[in-house]
Every structure is written in structure tokens, then in C-alpha cells.
């Protein structure tokens, strides 16, 4: 069977290659592993650790210790002057910058190898599980009915020294299908010159220009379900000069693209005066009934990651798409791809495949403990339990080894003999005033259940631990809809009531007199798009722009707390 977005590709390859390589999860891990070590025997790195002498998964984890980004950093700057084989001896394609808005951007290579598998697991193993959600015997192409995708990834990069292309991993794989020619453009609805800007532009003008006007949208797909989100979001708010263009058939004068460009697309423009009829119908009705099964008829799945920080996008996102079936993507970072969502509309469930990498498991519960070797701490993959919780290690194809993610997983099931796994929280990100440790799940939950008590729409939220006062005590900011119609004491009774029944430690601590009162902040509309636009304008990578939970610096402080609602 032909891939609908790769050239010459077969995407049943990879779901029956995890089904089969999940079945002997153990062998097949250890001879990805052994295999990784004994290629990059002669790298820098290998011969520092003593990889040539590894006969055995054992020989590794005695030689190897766990490893953070500062122990590639040196390497890294040094491939990235032009020096080969010191972590990796597989050919780097490009590097990429992580996300800047939980610390320090990194740049982390990404190999041949590593997108390669990037592109078969996220996209073809994806497209083959939508294509047995509807009908096992039916032909992709016509689960699809020959129509379009409303991509919404970043796809843009930037040189390094003249050397390496830098960007995100979310572009890097189209960047990557482009020079080898497998893309079919013919897939998407936006042209080839939104696909890969070359320059900056209005990009969710010009995607929403193109797609509205597509009758034979099948599938919105991004990276993660916020960025879905923001799109529609924008949609909402500016469908009339939108269906304005579309009926005149130009590009509008009012947003960011180049003159040339912008010639250049409108030729290829024109009047649609029915299509246009068609979706100001549709939006005059209103969005109280999910609007994007009602503009896009044939309609058939949206993709993106989800889950964990991610879910309050979740909640609003299905107010516009209502029961059209979600795809939950990947479980990936810059680092590697770790494996894909086990099911259409099944969230928080990803399957660690074994042959992307070898993982390994902290106990969540010693992270914090300066008193445990986490070395001997860290379990394998036949040790660890349904229901608890582990930060994994991921050795991988870009020259990471025993690298520690941050990611906090809990294990929830198997698949055949391969782990499934929900993303709970980053390991830095917990609160933690004086030992009562909250992680972002618990404080998700109390946001959701203030929520549901008010009767009130929270955009989004983040946390400021106010160690000002005494005794310090949690500030919880919210973006809102509306203010719920009781008082602010009323409110921060209400939150502090909460992390009471959330967390028990919270509860002794407010008891002793360690911690004061929660307090609630209700944010202006339009703040957290608000702080990604900054990040844009000050030139940081934004399209992996992660949730803002924690106000753990200045620059953050200043930002939310002067958009509270006075």
C-alpha cells in the first residue's frame, strides 16, 4: 500500500514492525542498544566510556553513567564547528534548538538514522492506525477521499556556521522528505511557499487563506494540540475578513508577507463568491455546535500531541471539532522520537518502541533525594510497575547516551510486551515551598475543579510560588473568559481548599503554619498569546512553545503579573 503523504513509502511497514518487535520487547531493546554502542565504538565519546569493549547490555550500564545536555555541550559546539565522530558516528543532518522557554536553548543533533525513523513512526505508523480505525480493509487513499491537510507545524530553519541547518524537530522531517524529494505537496492545502517560508509572513492568515477555501479538507494536523488550537482560536476571530478575501479572491493588505510573495501567490487566486457564501453561512450560525465538522465536510481526524500539560488545550479544542475522531501523534522530543499513541482517541497512551532506543526508569520518588545514588536507583524495563511513576533515560540514534529525558511518565499498561506510558509533568517542574511538592498534574486537577465550581473558562493557568511574604505561599494566576461572580476572598478560599484535598503535605503544611494561604489572579484574554509573541519578537524558536506553568524567573514574573485584571 502507497503512504498518502511519502512518495514510494508503505506505511503498514511500521505498524507491523512494532507489532512485531513488541512482542519481544527485551531482545529486541538490548540488540538496539548493543547495536547503537558497537557503531559508535570510535567516537569520541565511545572511546572515553569503553564502548569497544561492551559484549553485553551490562557492560554498558556499569561503564555508562546517566548523563545531562552539559556533558554533550562541549561536543555539540565542537560538531558544530565542523569536527566528526565525537558523539556520534552516524551522519548529523541537522541540529536542533529545543524549546527556550523551560531553560537554556540546546542544540541537539539529529542524525540520518534518527529521522528516518522520525518519519515512518510520527507519520506513516499515524496514518496507517487512522486508516484501521475506519476500516481495516480499506484503502488509505480512500479513508481519505483524495483530499487535503491543513498542516500547521513550523517548518523553518537557520544556519549554523554555513554548516548545519537549525530549527525544530517538528520541520526537521519535511525538511527532510523536501531534499530528498519524497514530499507530496499535492497533500496539503497551503502552497509549497507557506509550507517551507523563506521568509516572515502572517503564517495564520495565509494557512487559514488557503484551507477555508478548500471544500476537501480532511485532516488538521500540527505538532502539538495547542498550536491546533491558537489557529482555530484566530479563525474565530477573524473569519469575516478572511471569507472577505476569499470571495474577492486576493491576499489581504493588512498582514505581514512581502510584495513579491505576495504577487506571486494571488496569480494563482480567484474570486469565490460560493465558497464564500458557503462558510459566512456557516459562521453567522454561531460556534455554540462544534464549527469545523460544519466549514470542512469530509472531515476525518486532527492530530497533535496532547496530554498531561497539555490537556486544558484538549477541553477547548473539542468545542471546535466536537466528535470528529483525534489522533494523539507521537511521544517525541529533540532528543528522539520514543514511540507512537497507541490509538485514535485514546489519550495519554504511547507505546515505547524498542527499536527507537533503549529506556530505562527512575522512581520518581527518589528524584529529589540527595541522599540516593540515582545510578543504582535506575530500573529496567522489566522491573517496572503499572501505576508508578518514573523520569526515563533514553539512549538513541543522535548520540545521547544514557541521557536523562526530565520527562515523568507513569506506566499505565502494555503493549504486547511494550511499555504504554502517560507523560505526567517535567521532573523540574514541581513547586515546592517547604516539602510538600506538587507536581503540574495536581495543580492541573485543582485548576479543573475551580473551575467546574465557578462554572467558568479557563483559557490556561500558571503558578508563582511568593516567597516574599511569610510564610510564602502559592499565587495561582488563571486566563479567563469571564470572572467568576463571587469574591476574590471567596476565590482564594476556594483554591487553597483544594491543594488541601490535592496534596496532604500542602494540608500540614497550612496547618503548621509553614505555608499562607493560596491566592487566586484572574489574567487579562490574550496573555499566554500574548508572552509567545514576545518570545517570537525576541527571536526564540517558538513553534515547540511549551505551557508557561512556572514564573521561575523575573522576565516571566514581570510579564504575567502585569496582565492581571484589575
Known amino acids: ?34 547495536n547503537i554502542i558497537r557503531d559508535n565504538k570510535d567516537t569520541e565519546i565511545g572511546k572515553k566510556f569503553g564502548f569497544g569493549e561492551v559484549k553485553r547490555v551490562g557492560d554498558f550500564l556499569n561503564n555508562m553513567p546517566l548523563t545531562t545536555y552539559d556533558d554533550y555541550r562541549e561536543y555539540v559546539e565542537r560538531e558544530i564547528e565542523g569536527e566528526k565522530n565525537l558523539v556520534t558516528v552516524y551522519p548529523i543532518k541537522y541540529f536542533m534548538q529545543s524549546s527556550g522557554t523551560t ?22 505508523y499515524a496514518y496507517e492506525n487512522i486508516r484501521r480505525y475506519y476500516d481495516k480493509n480499506l ?29 525544530l524537530v517538528s520541520g526537521a522531517m519535511f525538511e527532510w522528505l523536501k531534499e530528498k524529494d519524497l514530499m507530496e505537496y499535492s497533500r496539503y492545502t497551503s502552497p509549497k511557499e507557506v509550507v517551507f517560508p523563506e521568509e516572515e509572513m502572517d503564517m495564520n492568515y495565509m494557512k487559514l487563506r488557503y484551507a477555508l477555501e478548500a471544500r476537501d479538507v480532511v485532516a488538521i494536523e500540527g505538532v502539538y494540540v495547542h498550536q491546533i488550537l491558537n489557529l482555530l482560536y484566530y479563525m474565530h476571530n477573524n473569519w469575516k475578513f478572511l471569507v472577505d478575501d ?74 471546535y471539532i466536537g466528535k470528529v475522531p483525534y489522533h494523539y501523534f507521537i511521544y517525541a522530543a529533540s532528543e528522539g522520537i520514543y514511540g507512537p499513541a497507541l490509538q485514535v482517541d485514546r489519550p495519554d497512551n504511547y507505546i515505547l518502541a524498542p527499536n527507537l532506543g533503549y529506556f530505562e526508569f527512575i522512581p520518581a520518588d527518589v528524584l529529589d533525594d540527595p541522599t540516593k545514588d540515582l545510578k543504582r536507583e535506575i530500573m529496567q524495563s522489566k522491573d517496572i510497575k503499572v501505576g508508578e511513576k518514573y523520569e526515563f533515560v533514553y539512549t ?16 499505565v499498561g502494555y503493549y504486547n510486551h511494550a511499555p504504554i506510558i502517560k507523560f505526567c509533568y517535567r521532573s523540574k517542574q514541581t513547586v515546592n515551598i517547604a516539602g510538600e511538592k506538587m507536581d503540574m498534574a495536581s495543580i492541573s486537577d485543582v ?9 467558568i473558562s479557563v483559557g490556561d493557568f500558571c503558578i508563582y510560588m511568593d516567597t516574599d511574604t511569610i510564610p510564602a505561599r502559592y499565587n495561582v494566576l488563571m486566563e479567563v473568559d469571564e470572572v467568576p461572580a463571587v469574591s476574590m476572598s471567596k476565590c482564594d478560599r476556594t ?67 502585569a496582565h492581571i485584571r484589575h
Open 1 to 34: 500500500m502507497e503512504s498518502i503523504i511519502i512518495k514510494n513509502w508503505g506505511p503498514e511497514r511500521a505498524i507491523d514492525e512494532l507489532n512485531e518487535s513488541s512482542r519481544h520487547y527485551e531482545s529486541v531493546a538490548d540488540e538496539t542498544l548493543l
Open 103 to 124: 531553560g537554556t536553548s540546546k542544540f541537539i543533533p539529529m542524525t540520518e538514522q534518527a529521522v528516518r525513523n522520525y518519519a515512518r513512526y510520527s507519520y506513516e
Open 139 to 167: 484503502d488509505q487513499k480512500e479513508v481519505l477521499r483524495e483530499g487535503r491537510i491543513l498542516l500547521i507545524n513550523e517548518i523553518r530553519y537557520r544556519r549554523l556556521n554555513d554548516r548545519y541547518k537549525c530549527g
Open 246 to 319: 476569499i470571495e474577492k479572491g486576493i491576499i489581504s493588505d493588512s498582514i505581514q508577507i512581502s510584495q513579491e510573495l505576495k504577487k506571486k501567490l494571488s496569480a494563482g487566486l480567484k474570486p469565490n463568491p460560493e465558497r464564500a457564501a458557503e462558510l459566512r453561512s456557516e459562521f453567522e450560525k454561531g460556534f455554540d455546535t462544534p464549527i469545523v465538522p460544519r466549514i470542512w465536510k469530509n472531515i476525518k481526524f486532527v492530530m497533535g500531541i496532547s496530554g498531561g500539560a497539555f490537556n486544558k488545550y484538549m477541553e477547548k479544542l473539542k468545542g
Open 396 to 411: 538513541g540514534y543522535s548520540g545521547f547516551y544514557r541521557y536523562r529525558t526530565g520527562d515523568v511518565l507513569e506506566i
Open 447 to 455: 485548576v479543573e475543579k475551580f473551575q467546574r465550581k465557578y462554572d
Open 495 to 561: 483554591i487553597d481548599s483544594l491543594f488541601k484535598e490535592i496534596n496532604l503535605d500542602y494540608e500540614d503544611c497550612r496547618n503548621l503554619g509553614e505555608i499562607g494561604p493560596a491566592i487566586v489572579y484572574f489574567l487579562e484574554k490574550g496573555t499566554f498569546e500574548g508572552y509567545r509573541c514576545l518570545l517570537m519578537d525576541s527571536g526564540k524558536e517558538v513553534g515547540q512553545f511549551k505551557p508557561v506553568r512556572i514564573l521561575d524567573d523575573k522576565q516571566k514574573k514581570d510579564y504575567f503579573f
